[in-house]
């Protein structure tokens, strides 16, 4: 409990590290950040909010992590992933469903990406591939 009533923001890890301690009661900041730029940054009214956040959340946050883990260890040692059963009543509601892909993607196995230049688009569009993503980005 002690740990929820002191929040710590550790912004980075980094050596030369300032320590400042804010007017929020139990935020303290750990950063390398000029206290200036804090102070624009993180006004009181930001630090309360994060630290009612925090102090909210943290345990939970913490729960999540560890059945992360075990999630993790479960996969890792050979167990199905699957949907959870109590959600198959979401998955099964058709206003969840989307519309299906257009005819040219569904079938997205054999699919060329390249550069937009006269050759490789051709060549693209003689080879087979059921999809062709030209790539404008160096153009």
Known sequence: MARLQNLAINLFHLEHVVHIHTMVQGVKIHSKVAPQAQAELFT????????????????????????????????????VLNFPPETAHIRSEPSWHCAPPAPGLEDRRIEITGPTDRKMVINALNSGAKTFMADFEGT
């Open 44 to 79: 009181d009214g930001a630090l309360k909010f994060l630290a009612a956040l925090h102090r909210t959340f943290e345990s939970t946050r913490q729960s999540l992590l560890v059945a992360r883990e075990d999630a993790q260890r479960r996969y890792d040692s050979g167990v």
